[in-house]
């Protein structure tokens, strides 16, 4: 690749990049290129590392009529993500070595960019170092309901759990809601016959993912283990986890677009299209998010790609909506919006979308631009202009709260271990183009 701007140690040079089989062996002046086959001019167009979502639902197996492999990896290699990490409350939901094992096997034949897996934790938690030589690059807990095998509910369980991962050096991402609040608040509403969009948030409060995020945090006070918080959508919820860091204890979060840009106005007036759990809150919680982005206490942004069938979503009684934002074509698009805006630096977009996912998942290789390096990278056009249309995505979700929506900033080429899986928004790569990511061994 010639005629480029790449994003090289925290800055953007002109430069030339060979690639070489699945790595990138060259970076810098036309003139020191080795030889190549094939030659791609950038016309000044801006290289990245390829991006890494640590938090995708790619459904398939008992939900592939919500998505597959190979749609929702297509859908990701659109939106210039090269790698994701899929979340295991699937049907069955992936929490044995089995499960697992046959996830994997049955990804890696159809999807077009890098996939790691999540494991729920198993009913015994002798199973867990099996499921982790198995693969799973880290384990998922869901504070909101029981999904896995450990009592949600039982900080003894919990804290034993996290006590094996924290031997291995393995990491465990929490949706952290408190569920026996949340369910007790539910219930009331559904008695007095409330339905609305509104209860939903009522039940959804800001003290459920604060109690639940304290409640982590001491556990992890005697456990050491490392942990994630996905989704943060709270004012209180960063408040607590900035603490925690103040404790230096190891903890980490993410945020996701709907929450930085999305509020409760648009909830109530767009209804369930934009319906997720945790909510989009009042515009108050989207600043304090944006703050801990600009003051560094978040760490990642992530899609939380959450497919379902249109039907799923269209209900008059909000309890029976299932929940999700379909993301990963729209994610970068919308920041790239903010870069051009002023909001975002573009260092930024680098930092919580590939250098520190690579880092916090311990993903060698990849989300920097290196020699050496993985060939998973993106060309960015900073100045393409357009409407986001939800009917062309590639997900099997054709519909998004975004729909409609201006952006500025667009992945144009999708490169994934030095394949060129998408072109101006088509899929040019053969399934299969992606690998299936296992957590390398201590």
């Known amino acids: 690749m010639s005629n480029a701007k790449a994003y090289v140690k925290n800055e ?40 890494i979502d640590v938090h995708v639902h790619l459904r398939d197996e008992g939900k592939a009529y919500k998505e597959d ?72 807990l869901f504070m909101i309901e029981q999904v896995g095998g450990l009592n949600i509910g039982d900080d003894a369980s919990l804290a034993e759990a996290f006590k094996i991962l924290g031997r291995m050096g393995m990491l465990v991402a929490v949706h952290a809601e408190d ?52 989704h943060m959508s709270t004012k209180a919820g960063l408040e607590a986890i900035r603490e925690g860091k103040r404790s230096m204890l190891p903890v980490t979060c993410e945020v996701t677009p709907h929450h930085l840009l999305l509020s409760d106005e648009v909830l109530k007036r767009i209804g369930a299209i934009a319906l997720t759990a945790p909510p989009v809150r009042e515009k108050i919680h989207a600043e304090a998010l944006w703050m801990g982005i600009k003051d560094g206490m978040v760490d990642v942004v992530a899609s939380d790609h959450a497919p379902h069938a249109l039907a799923e979503k269209m209900s008059d009684v909000v309890w029976n909506v299932k929940t999700g934002v379909v993301g990963l074509e729209t994610m970068l698009p919308l920041l790239l919006t903010e870069v051009n805006r002023g909001t975002l630096a573009l260092q930024d977009v680098v930092r919580l979308m590939a250098e520190n996912p690579a880092k916090i998942f311990g993903l060698k290789g990849r989300g920097f631009l290196g020699e050496g390096n993985s060939a998973d990278l993106i060309v960015i056009d900073l100045k393409r202009e357009g409407k986001i249309d939800a009917s062309r995505f590639h997900s099997k979700a054709k519909f998004s709260p975004f729909d409609g929506w201006k952006f500025k900033g667009k992945p144009v080429k999708t490169f994934v271990n030095g394949k060129l899986v998408m072109d101006n928004g088509e899929i040019v790569g053969s399934a299969g183009s992606g690998r299936v990511l296992r957590r390398e061994l201590p």
């Open 12 to 51: 953007i040079v002109d430069c030339s990049v060979a690639l070489e089989g699945d790595k990138i062996v060259r970076i810098g002046r036309e003139s020191q290129m080795p030889k190549a086959e094939m030659k791609m001019d950038l016309k000044g167009l801006l290289v990245l590392p390829g991006l």
């Open 69 to 140: 492999f190979y749609s929702g990896t297509a859908a990701a290699a659109a939106g210039g993500i090269t790698t994701v990490l899929d979340m295991p409350n699937n049907e069955p939901v992936t929490m044995s070595a089995a499960t697992l094992k046959n996830r994997m096997e049955k990804a890696k034949d159809s999807i077009l960019v890098n996939v790691g897996f999540y494991s729920e934790f198993p009913k015994c938690l002798d199973e867990i170092r099996e499921i982790a030589d198995a693969g799973a690059v880290a384990f998922k």
């Open 179 to 230: 569920g026996a609040m949340v369910k007790a608040v539910e219930q009331k509403l559904k008695s007095n016959k409330r339905n609305d969009v509104e209860a939903f948030l009522e039940a959804h409060s800001e003290k459920a993912e604060q109690k639940a995020i304290k409640r982590l945090l001491k556990i992890v006070r005697r456990t050491r283990n490392r942990i994630h918080i996905c």
